[in-house]
Nanobody, 122 residues
């Protein structure tokens, strides 16, 4: 079992930045692919970013590419999402996920956090 707890969400003005954190506990973190997804009001959950177990490669959704950066610290069992140049379109609940692989596919993740709210005011 893996438990995931997100933090770092909040209210920010458009153009601002936030850094989300996701702390993991349980089985070996360094062997897991990690991902971030988000759900905006009235929309389906959307892929944001994913990172390989060793942290060597990150992949991004088109809407955040160039603005968001995913990273991880395996010693701290934590994955991060640095979000820059935020817009109102980034307002959503952000979820951390863990699975066997780094993937864009939501169904391939086995464990999910409860989510953290990010609100961007214009």
């Amino acid at each position: 079992q893996v438990q995931l707890i997100e933090s770092g969400g909040g209210l920010v003005q458009a153009g601002g930045s936030l850094r989300l954190s996701c702390a993991a506990s349980g089985r070996t973190f360094s062997g897991l692919g990690m991902g971030w997804f988000r759900r905006a009001p009235g929309k389906e959950r959307e892929f944001v970013a994913t990172i390989t177990s060793g942290g060597g490669a990150g992949f991004y959704g088109d809407s955040v590419k160039g603005r968001f950066t995913i990273s991880r610290d395996n010693a701290k069992k934590t994955v991060y999402l640095q979000m820059n140049n935020l817009t109102s379109g980034d307002t959503a609940v952000y979820y951390c996920a863990a699975g066997r692989f780094a993937t864009r596919v939501e169904a391939q993740y086995d464990y999910w956090g409860q989510g953290t709210q990010v609100t961007v005011s214009s």
